[in-house]
């Protein structure tokens, strides 16, 4: 099955989907998820190979409490940026939204390692949390 293209089809060229982008992530400051939900959700199909796209949209799913929908997004982000640390640490936190502790705590306990704190200390929390 051929991949349409859709910016073409549409005829729209970076500043529209720049456009999107932005009032996307201007209402994901403002906590009004279900409203950036469908412009992330346009923005994965507009481009494809951004890995931006599907790391915010399951981020937003993540916020709504929707961990399977999170972890379609996430797995789709991550085959384009497999090591991205942020989309790491939310995929695990879907795991464990999920019940699924062992994958978690496998997830948390090599992320705990990561150089950025931000990450580490969330994942070793995380640890803390889930650990029996």
């Known amino acids: 099955m051929a991949k349409i293209d859709w910016r073409a089809k549409l005829g729209w060229g970076e500043d529209q989907v720049d456009d999107i982008r932005m009032a996307g992530y201007a209402y994901i400051r403002q906590g009004k998820y279900d409203i950036a939900l469908p412009l992330f959700e346009a923005l994965v199909i507009l481009e494809p ?3 931006y796209n599907p790391q915010t949209l399951g981020a937003i799913y993540l916020q709504m409490g929707k961990a399977v929908e999170a972890i379609k997004a ?3 982000a991550l085959k384009l940026e497999a090591d ?3 989309t790491l640490l939310n995929l695990t936190k879907a795991l464990f939204m999920l019940g699924r502790r062992e994958e978690g705590l496998k997830l948390a306990n090599i ?6 704190l931000q990450i580490a200390n969330a994942a070793k929390a995380l640890i803390l949390a889930y650990q029996i």
């Open 111 to 116: 992320l705990k390692n990561e150089r950025e």
């Open 84 to 86: 991205h640390a942020p």
């Open 74 to 76: 996430l797995d789709t």
């Open 49 to 51: 190979d951004n890995p």
